[in-house]
């Protein structure tokens, strides 16, 4: 077999030597354009996971590896002068240099042939003389961007400048330092990677101090402001040196050929094409913030050399296994990174937080560090930002109780509303006391009804609940009764909505959003414009007369809701339903005072929310959920979504319920775990009014992971809720808490704790004789 490797990085160098080694008799050859001893960037981190593999794959380079790295626990954040550590993380790193010089000597002694100072021939031309073609030639790949639609290639560029710079001399921690300058926040990120060891040092003198990377990074309009745009490597390096200078305890910056560059996102859809296969880089990039960029390569390597010796002969199925086992995995890196990335772009919003809270926030910014590892890493550091929380001894954050208006919940937990398409006329019947019962039982702090229609129109499906006749209020009294009196302490909610153009349509089970295939009633919505063009129903746009009775129905409703004993009420503003599409441009093409502007398309909202308001009981707190973006183009923005929820905060909701999307149906959802929570985070952090945090959070570790870092003040599971309607009972039992916070129910006390499992192990002899 011959093998062709494009770019002499990292990747592509350990690629070379683990096929080559793997079988002698192949030809594999690799092409760099610069120098062996050339390259950009100066250290690099790999974690403990892919120095197993190396060490697993090729002891040798293992070996070489653990002779140069340099490893560290602590990271230590300066906050406004401030410097707080925290331990237990486990780094180890070394220089990007020596790393590609161990490669480069592997590669040697196996006899891989090393054509550097040299591009390598067109692709084309390798692909037709070689067998496989690895592209590694990094994020600006020449070989990806001469199939675009092949590999189907997404990029996408940040909002942040940032510069790769060295110290001569070794920190002795991972370093964040931030910098608040008359032209904005700037951010120091800088770890070691070469010890402090004799001989001669970079400039000149007898022993050398050890090195660090040392990247500096700020907003696009903080760098021009700053006139960082004007300056050459060695100004910026001068420059960056004098604003972080007691982090370097004055010393100076060198560079490395570098200049100031957007971050870039590499995403492809497909990661071969033919005999041509992306890896590193060329196939998909992860922040620098997270450390993944060269781990990423290196495990690539690993995987496309495993699948190769796995699929003898079979080239395209051996390229798909390589896809099929990297990809997840590369995926989950990307969405932490993205976390990161994004949160590091927001970082002004989260200075006045207290320096241990912004700490842990940073901490655990990418969603993969939660509150739980982290108080096994550092029990000390974990236990200050929790008392600084307000957490009583023993009591983790998600149960501290919280002031929403007049209303004190218990804990922190929300059960998120759920349709359950089962009412009949708009009755909740036995499912629902069932439904809702349990989970009051199950020991959230607030427990919210599916949206409840405010009219026979106003449904989703026919299965949908309402709240527009005394038969219906009846039955929901019926379930807030058994709520208050069996699972006292539970807060019950009511959401109340109005389906607009996503009304007449099919329960769930029976074909999403497809319309009725009888018995359809009119809609009405912001603009006449169908959810699925050419199969839903198209609405009439309101005139004023028509957007006055849905206002008054919503007033009806909140009246029965406020004697059906509801403590508190929701108003649904959010997935494209009828409030939701007034707020969105992609479905308010108006063009009176009910549309256009921002302004102008909040105006019947907040209308609305008015009106209930004045009949709302004033002692009972009223929120309102949002869709903070469309995930679509043209839709509504983060930036929109702060204002919209500044403006209800206005008009007196206690809290803004933050969810995402299902505005129309060309959405691009970037799902993953936690993936709504940053948008309740920015409203929260930019606004100040509180916010309900909802969209795959899925364990408790994550709840108290949010809460603690400032990022919401309440957190609403709904799937978890299905899986387990005591999940918020277990989770304390799970943390060994037991206040009153979440109190059992008194006959299911004797269950309180979790029940014995089958032993597992085996007693181990006591003596050994001889």
Known sequence: MRIAVIGGGPGGLYAAALLKRLDP????????RTAAADTFGFGVVLSDETLGGIEHADPEVYRALQREF????????????????????????????????????????????LHTQRQAPPVEELSAGYDLVIAADGVHSRTREAYPEAFGTRIESHRCRYIWLAADFAFDAFRFEIAETEHGVMQLHAYPFSRPSPGTSPLGAQHSAGSSTVIVEMREEVWRAAGFDLCDEAESALRCAKIFSEALRGRPLRGNASTWTVFRTVVNDRWSHGNVVLLGDAAHTAHFSIGSGTKLAV???????????????DLPGALAAYEAERRPVVASTQRAAAASLRWFEELAGYLDQPPRQFAFNLLTRSRRVTHDNLRLRDPRFTGAVERE????????PMFTPFRLGGLTLR??????????????????????????????????????TEMVCVSPEGRITPGCAGLYTDE??????????????????????????????????????????????????????ASALPYLAGTSQVPHELDPAGLAAIRDQ?????????????????LHCAHGYLLSGFLSPLTNHRTDGYGGTLAGRLRFPLEVF????????????????????????????????????AAFAAHGTAAVDVSTGQVVAEERPEYGRSYQTPYADRIRNETGVPVIAVGAISSWEDVNSLLLAGRADLCALARPHLYDPHWTLHAAAEQSYTGPAAPWPAPYRAGSRRPPTPRTDTPKPRLTLP
């Not at 919503?554 to 929701?570: K, M, N, T, Y």
């Open 411 to 448: 804990n922190r937990v929300v059960v998120s509303p759920m349709d359950l398409y089962s009412a009949v006329d708009g009755v909740p019947g036995d499912l629902h006391l069932v439904h809702l019962g349990a989970r009051a039982l199950g020991g959230a702090g607030l427990v919210m």
């Open 554 to 570: 919503f007033v009806s409703a909140a009246v029965r809701a406020a004697d059906c004993g509801f403590d508190l009420l929701e």
């Open 610 to 645: 008015d009106a209930v308001r004045q009949v709302w009981p004033a002692d009972r707190p009223m929120t309102v959920r949002i869709s903070a973006t469309d995930w679509a183009e043209g839709g509504t923005t983060a930036e929109d979504a702060v204002a919209i929820a």
């Open 70 to 113: 340099v490893r560290w626990d602590d990271i230590e954040v300066v906050h406004r002068g401030r410097l707080l550590t925290s331990g237990g993380h486990g780094f180890a790193a070394l220089g990007r240099r020596r790393l590609l010089e161990i490669l480069q000597d592997r590669c040697a002694g196996l006899g891989v042939g």
């Open 472 to 525: 219906q209020a009846a039955a929901w009294r019926r379930i807030t009764d058994f709520a208050h009196q069996q699972a006292p302490g539970t807060a019950l909610g009511v959401q109340l909505g109005h389906s607009g153009r996503k009304g007449s349509t099919r329960r769930m089970w029976e074909g999403m959003d497809q319309p009725l295939e009888s018995g359809n009633w009119p809609l009405g919505a």
């Open 299 to 313: 495990e690539d390597a690993l995987g496309l050399a495993a699948c190769l010796e796995e699929h003898p002969g």
């Open 389 to 396: 929380f307000g957490c009583p001894e023993g009591t983790p």
């Open 25 to 32: 008799d192949r030809q594999v050859d690799v092409w760099e």
